[in-house]
């Protein structure tokens, strides 16, 4: 007589590995490097190479627009192609653009290469943002990714202002290449289209009556936030020496302000043990309203303190209740992989707006006005969600 067969132990989480999480987290960290380090960078493209604030503005964009462009096409080829040769593309792409950075410094040339080092940071990010969603406890993951992001933005703020253009760049080569050696650790796609098969049926009896489509629309307003996000952080250094203050000074402030971002970490994962999902999203974009917007009354010594203090709090919290809702919604990966997409999107109509109001000389005053509205149109979103949420049935009855 046979015995009968024992019951095999379900397989774990390939994405929950250290090796997977710490090359995701590696990744995200060098593939948000423009982003973090827009105010130094438009300063040293002002100052190294002579750009207009109007053309800095349209740079960043055109940078971020590749990234969004980048994220978009990860999100319909996760699901198909081995993510190993999205990161091997990514890398190549955004190597092969910085080189040439370095010998084609017009203008001209600049926008275009930055698009396409945004297109290959878009591909090689948004894989590593799709491994962090993939994890088993995705708004822990992303919290831990946070506080990285973090320090990598404190480390860059108080290191590029220190280097020259061509140090610049060799620095963003040198932080992909470093990549090569650990691609092999991402998990096969295989692996990972199981791993998302036997996840969804557990994301749902998680997710409390949150559908999928609600991943979606949490990507609308990671759109929207950002564009508050880049036309803010694209301009505020700028904003600050306009306005009569010392540029050095603004910046030192920029950077020390950065490390309030770890308060915001860990008052969001206080908030997720604490309360629900919905209601402190809501109060901290009504507080982003308020730090974004004064700085369009007045740019003081203190109200611009304030308003970046408050600011660097802030968005790290938005983004761990961003970034883990929407992949707690969705675990098959295709709306975390465009999160960085959405990031990118909102970044780049951000400073394009921005460039916008300065080319007709409406001020600096007008782009924080954008900045107030965007959140303002963020929170709108959110209160809609809450409202869904709320009128819908408890799940089971």
Request: net charge neutral; glycine share 8%; charged share 10%.
């Amino acid at each position: 007589m046979t015995e009968p067969a024992q019951q095999q132990p379900r397989p774990a989480n390939p994405f929950d590995g250290r090796g997977p999480f710490l090359l995701s987290l590696y990744m995200t960290l060098v593939g948000y490097g423009v982003l973090v380090a827009l105010p130094a960078l438009n300063g040293a493209w002002v100052d190294l190479l002579g750009f207009t604030e109007v053309q800095v503005n349209r740079i960043a964009s055109a940078d971020l627009l590749g990234l969004f462009l980048g994220s978009v096409a990860v999100s319909f080829l996760i699901r198909s192609m081995d993510r190993k040769l999205l990161i091997y593309a990514g890398i190549a792409i955004a190597i092969g653009a910085n080189v040439l950075c370095i010998y084609f410094r017009s203008y001209e040339a600049t926008l275009g290469l930055r698009l396409f080092a945004g297109f290959g940071a878009g591909l090689y990010t948004a894989v590593a943002v799709a491994g962090l969603g993939a994890n088993s406890k995705p708004r822990e993951a992303f919290n831990w990714m946070l506080l990285a992001f973090a320090i990598s933005q404190f480390l860059e703020l108080q290191l590029i202002p220190h280097m020259s253009m061509t140090g610049i760049y060799v620095f963003f080569i040198a932080t992909y290449a470093v990549t090569l050696p650990f691609v092999r650790l991402m998990p096969s796609h295989d692996a990972a289209v199981a791993s998302s098969a036997r996840e969804e049926p557990e994301a749902a009896g998680q997710a409390e009556r949150r559908p999928t489509a609600l991943a979606w629309v949490g990507i609308l307003a990671i759109v929207v936030a950002y564009i508050n996000i880049g036309a803010y952080w694209s301009n505020i250094e700028l904003a600050a020496e306009a306005g009569g203050l010392d540029g050095a000074w603004a910046g030192q402030v920029i950077s020390w302000c950065v490390l309030l971002s770890f308060v915001g970490c860990f008052t969001a994962m206080y908030a997720l043990r604490r309360f629900d999902y919905d209601r402190p999203i809501l109060v901290t974009f009504v507080l982003m309203v308020l730090a974004v917007g004064l700085l369009a009354v007045e740019v003081s010594a203190a109200i611009f303190v304030f308003s970046v203090a408050l600011f660097n709090f802030l968005w790290i919290f938005i983004d761990v209740y961003q970034m883990g809702g929407v992949s707690a919604a969705d675990r098959s990966g295709s709306a975390a992989a465009f999160i960085p997409g959405a990031q990118g999107l909102g970044q780049t109509l951000g400073p394009f707006i921005a460039s916008l109001l300065l080319e007709r000389s409406l001020g600096f005053d007008a782009v924080f006005v954008l900045c107030a509205a965007a959140s303002f149109m963020a929170l709108l979103i959110y209160f809609v969600i809450f409202l869904a949420v709320r009128r819908q049935p408890a799940s089971g009855t």
